[in-house]
Nanobody, 125 residues
């Protein structure tokens, strides 16, 4: 059973940086996609970035040039480096995973089977 657990959320000032981590256990698909989503209060989760088993990445336009998704396959850890943070980045951030190639980064969250419980990121001015 795949389990995902996020780490690294917290509070930061505008322009600051945070790095989120997601520890994945039992992710044994030969081809897989991992993603970061975020959710604003009262809204659906939205895709932030994706990475597949071949390290191909995609980003939402709102985070391009500021966020970097990466993975350390040996330890099955997914990262999201977030730089130049803005107040509108404040959200709950979730790690997601599924077998197969990544859908478009804007794909609705139901396209992923496995989810972590999320970690809060708060950016204050």
């Amino acid at each position: 059973q795949v389990r995902l657990e996020e780490f690294g959320g917290g509070s930061v000032q505008v322009g600051g940086s945070l790095r989120l981590s997601c520890a994945a256990s039992s992710l044994t698909y030969p081809v897989y996609c991992m993603a970061w989503y975020r959710q604003f209060p009262g809204q659906e989760r939205e895709g932030v970035a994706t990475i597949d088993s071949d390290d191909r990445t995609n980003y939402a336009d709102s985070v391009k040039g500021r966020f970097t998704i990466s993975q350390y396959k040996v330890n099955s850890i997914l990262y999201l480096q977030m730089d130049s943070l803005r107040p509108d980045d404040t959200a709950m951030y979730y790690c997601a995973a599924d077998s197969g190639r990544c859908p478009d980064v804007s794909a609705r969250s139901f396209q992923y089977v496995h989810w972590g419980k999320g970690t809060q990121v708060t950016v204050s001015s």
